[in-house]
């Protein structure tokens, strides 16, 4: 049955709802594992955060009865998924614990315009030009965030920039993954990608002893970020993408927020006006995309 004005009204203020607090918990979470890496090499906070993040989506599965779909999490497709996960996820964290928060967040908010282009390259869509000068602007705007050529700027901005590149390329390659395999199971491959790859660079590495205030960022971190993921999900089931995605971009403004409470770092008027620009472009193409 197709969905009453009122009908689509409630699920859009649903997803919105979602969407919103999805973002509050996925900065709080940022905030928190880039607390606990101070003095702490980069894979062992991101392993230890695995661990409890996996913890929770092994319940999960439990919780769901899906353990007899289990063996799809070693399908070919569903490890290629994991593996590009886990570039992501190492570039993005390790940049955010060199870079302000808000920086890496704003360039985190290009991944939008990487999947457009990478949807021409690799999934043969046609797209207007209007959408492609959107792209350019957006991207151009990132120049105005990360200032090549200042003494703010350094290779953790380009390394933030892969890692969103990767994330992008991830999300492509998501559609590659049978629809027959729960999501659930293909976060349970990916959580235990990051886990085990966190905890092998660590035994490496060496062991740092970290305090009881590390641990508990780390179990807080994880706690949040699965928090995150399930109203990422309510959002998207309930609303419509075009209407609820754009409250993603309300991440900017929290992520300058606590940023400047945490640590003191606040965006000059020529971030902000790229930032701006990143959000703006991005909101024309969830619009247009939906047209």
């Not at 060199?98 to 290009?110: C, D, E, N, S, Y």
């Not at 990132?142 to 990767?166: K, Q």
Request: proline share 4%.
């Amino acid at each position: 049955m197709e969905e009453s004005p009122e009908d689509r009204r409630r699920g859009n203020l649903h997803g919105a709802l979602a969407m919103l607090g999805a973002i509050a918990l996925f900065i709080v979470n940022d905030a928190m594992i880039k607390l606990a890496s101070e003095g702490v090499p980069a894979a062992q906070t991101i392993g230890v955060r695995g661990v409890f993040a996996t913890i929770w989506v092994v319940m999960a599965v439990t919780a769901a009865g899906l353990w007899h779909q289990a063996h799809h999490a070693l399908d070919p497709r569903t490890m290629g998924r994991a593996v590009l996960d886990v570039g992501s996820t190492f570039t993005y964290l390790i940049a955010l614990f060199h870079m302000p928060l808000a920086l890496a967040v704003a360039i985190g908010q290009t991944a939008p315009l990487m999947i457009l282009a990478l949807g021409v390259v690799f999934l043969r869509e046609v797209v207007p030009w209007q959408r492609w000068v959107a792209v350019v602007v957006g991207f151009a705007a990132v120049l105005l965030v990360a200032r090549p050529g200042t003494d703010g700027f350094s290779a953790w901005v380009l390394l933030s920039l892969l890692g969103t590149l990767l994330s992008a390329v991830r999300d492509i390659y998501t559609r590659v993954v049978p629809a027959r395999v729960p999501s659930l199971i293909i976060t349970l491959a990916t959580a235990t990608a990051v886990t085990v790859t966190g905890v092998v660079l660590t035994a490496i590495q060496g062991w740092v002893a970290m305090s009881a205030q590390q641990w508990a960022l780390l179990f807080g971190a994880s706690v949040f970020l699965a928090g995150a993921y399930h109203l990422m999900i309510v959002a998207m089931r309930h609303g419509e993408v075009s209407f609820v995605g754009g409250f993603r971009y309300a991440s900017l403004p929290a992520a300058a927020l606590v940023g400047f409470v945490v640590w003191g770092d606040l965006p000059d008027l020529v971030a902000v006006a790229g930032m701006g620009v990143i959000v703006g472009a991005g909101l024309y193409l969830f619009r247009s995309g939906r047209q």
